[in-house]
């Protein structure tokens, strides 16, 4: 049973707006094991929503269109299915009525163009509106099978689980297709994904010969690489057994090859990594942030429940911040020395148990001697006051978003040492 | 000229991640006057990339196809697009020694399956990278053709500006398609995407009848409301002259109905549009954040010489830092006069010239009394200090990001007002 979601509107084309609503359903038939292997944009366009439409159902068992059923001119999905279908619209006059009382219960008059909403391709089921005026459409094309929904994610979310995913259901049952699919994201920072590849290239060739586990990368910028194991079968416990077997299997190779770099699961951050270890050892965290300008503040306060342990940061973007307010001592504000009395200075303006500081050349050009993306990050726990040097790549915006997560990381890293050796 | 946009990967069809490219893509393409009738999303499969790419060149003239060209095993797309041009992959040597260079450049060892980037299907062109190891490809498939570059957004857009926008454009020059199209985007903050369109219904509608000139809305999140007056001519001068006048037309209609909300245009951010204000008036800024947690500074120090006019930030995230640092008399802190008091503190502690402050409840409880939203901005600049209440919608993220951009508002049209009433 493969499944193809195709998104209607000339703003998705034109990058107006994002589709929210693709990757809701995607997510949503992957949970239930429902494969589905393309997506389709189009615009409000007769011809090439026909055109889109009969290239999905060529492909796939099953379509859901969402969008273009509303009550203006640029609204034809229907017109297009009832093509498609090779039927007459129809006037449905219980939702004529149902519009009707919608705009009556509301004390508005009703625009005459809203009962197009009324007009369904003969032959296709309706689905009830609960939350707008269009309703939605089970339209049957031979053995195959088109969902219309609206366009607004709020009635396409509801008449999806209202209607559309227990008749999916019944039609994978009905061809002998039950599938459960489960899925576990590792997320790195520290190697590049050519590396971590390498590392359980072991892993990826045993599973070329089982269709039921996979493995795949997702390079994610300033969120790090994901590696994402994949399993899928029959029942539930099965799956959640491959998957868990899978898991160790990958992160045995990568920690092996690494050390420990894998910060957290799914939808876990870097922040929310952090933000446990903290919570867990009693620690309330201080900020100085120069290059990065408030940048790890900000993500952090992210984090529910951030006032517990975060107090705040001082960005020091002006040199005379870091000597005046930090205390650091008047000389190169890149250096080593400077990371650590900033860290120091964070913790004790900011009244934290822990100070963590992060100085740096942003670029394009050199300061204090050192390059573009020689960066320091400084940290103070307990009797100890460290740093770190990096030598990062890419323009400004990147250096200092790789600064606030190789910081952050450097942070756990160092709380979770702690722990070991106490 | 129809150009097609082909996402590859898995993670798209599971709703792991958001499609961001197809939308960059569209935008951009959109702004050049390009057509793009259909986008499609497809896994790492090489069957069904091969019958998505064809799928695409059967109905447009042109494809991007964005993703799966990395150095791991589920980066197929080389194989898949050499299959549709019917040649082999061949090892292109330029690139294996700048991948090579790369990692040595970084003190780093190569895993070979980085060498897998520089197989290129014979007869295509590449793209060199400049920010990532996987080049991009120009392939002719026939009389229309395929270009193949990264997922990753950073090196798509980069290679998108640098080679392919040009080739696109000369295509389609030599199709006879020639036009000059040219827009100016007017970007606002304040009012809402209805009630601007309401403003400029006489515009909209007196251009119902001209073909060469169009204005469009796109509401841009925490970017404002961007206003886009497009004019479309065969000569330069011409164009040039359409759009000086609607735009000049437009901007009366905004500014007639809702004063100064238009902030910049084009690509000008409202953190340049505050930092030309402060520079031009030779002030420094420094910044006193609650809820926003730096994410006022971050977003300044994008702006290039952003040292010369910010000193910093204290991000007092925790009350006591409020008290502590920035001498805010104990009592509720999401009040008017804790954001005067933290304004003035700024000022003072960080040496500036002109304080800004944010404070107030992000949600998703409320706090001092006060309803999730409500948001109080404090400045102090010369003798005067104020500041200015805010109830603002959303998730706390949103709550904040509005809040930041909200208070640079507020700032610029302070320092605006200033230089009227000398």
Same mark, same amino acid.
């Given at each position: 049973m493969? $499944?193809e ?13 994002a589709?929210?609503n693709?990757q ?15 997506? *389709?944009?189009?615009? @409000?366009n007769? !011809? ?12 796939s @068992?099953?379509?859901? #269109? ?6 203006t ?13 090779n039927?007459?619209? $129809? ?25 197009? *909403?009324?007009?369904?391709p003969?032959g296709?089921?309706?689905i009830?509106?609960?939350r707008?005026?269009?309703?939605g459409?089970?339209?049957p094309?031979?053995e %195959? ?9 709020y009635?396409?979310?509801d ?7 227990d ?21 790195? +920072? ?12 072991d892993?990826f060739?045993?599973?070329?010969? @089982? ?7 997702l =390079?994610s910028?300033?969120?790090?690489? %994901? $590696? /994402? #194991? ?10 959640a ?5 899978? !898991?160790?299997l990958?992160? *045995?190779?990568?920690?092996g090859a ?11 951050t ?6 446990e270890?903290?919570?867990?050892q009693g620690?309330t965290l201080?900020l ?18 951030a006032?517990? +342990? ?8 002006? =040199?005379?911040v %870091?000597?005046?307010?930090l205390?650091?001592?008047r000389?190169?504000? #890149? ?10 200075g964070? /913790?004790?303006?900011?009244?934290a ?6 100085t ?9 001697g *050192?390059a ?10 307990g ?5 770190? /040097?990096?030598?990062?790549?890419? @323009?400004?915006?990147r ?15 160092s ?8």
């Open positions: 493969r $499944v979601i195709v998104a209607v509107g000339t703003e998705l084309l034109l990058g107006q707006i589709d929210t693709s809701w359903l995607g997510e949503r038939l992957a949970e239930h094991g429902v494969a589905s292997h393309f997506h *389709q944009h189009v615009g @409000d007769h !011809e090439r929503i026909v055109l889109a439409l009969r290239t999905a159902l060529a492909r @068992d099953a379509v859901i #269109v969402c969008g273009g059923l509303g009550p001119q640029d609204d034809i999905t229907r017109a297009a299915i009832a093509e498609i279908m039927v007459p619209l $129809v006037r449905h006059e219980e939702i004529a009525e149902a519009i009707r009382a919608m705009f009556a219960s509301r004390a508005r008059s009703m625009p005459d163009n809203n009962l197009t *909403q009324a007009e369904v003969e296709a089921t309706v009830p509106q609960t707008g005026t269009a309703p459409l089970i339209c094309v031979g %195959k099978v088109l969902y219309a929904v609206p366009g607004v994610p009635e396409m979310t008449m999806f689980q209202r209607a559309i995913l008749d999916l259901l019944a039609r994978q049952r009905a061809a002998g297709l039950t599938a459960v699919i489960r899925s576990r994201v590792l997320r790195t +920072w520290g190697s590049s994904e050519s590396a971590l590849a390498e590392a359980v290239a892993r060739t045993a599973l070329q010969s @089982d269709p039921n586990v996979t493995i795949a990368f =390079a910028g300033i969120e790090g690489i %994901k $590696v /994402r #194991v994949t399993a899928r079968g029959d029942d539930e416990e099965h799956v057994a491959l998957l868990a077997r899978e !898991e160790a990958v992160r *045995q190779a990568i920690t690494f050390g420990d770099i894998i910060f957290g699961i799914d939808e876990e870097m922040e929310h990594a952090v933000a270890r903290l919570r867990a620690e201080g100085a942030e120069s290059l990065t300008g408030g940048l790890i503040a900000s993500r952090l306060v992210n984090v529910a429940g006032s517990h +342990w975060l107090r705040g940061s001082v960005v020091a973007y002006d =040199a005379e %870091k000597f005046d307010v205390g650091v001592a000389g190169p504000v #890149v250096s080593p020395e400077a990371a650590e009395a900033m860290a120091l964070a /913790r004790r303006v900011l009244g148990s822990v100070g963590l500081s992060v740096g050349v942003a670029g394009p050009t050199e300061q204090d *050192q573009p993306g020689t960066v320091f990050v400084g940290l103070a726990v009797d100890a006051v460290t740093h770190r /040097r990096l030598q990062l790549p890419g @323009d400004r915006a250096v200092r978003a790789y600064s606030a997560i190789s910081a952050l990381d450097f942070l756990r890293r709380l979770d040492e702690r722990v070991r050796s106490a």
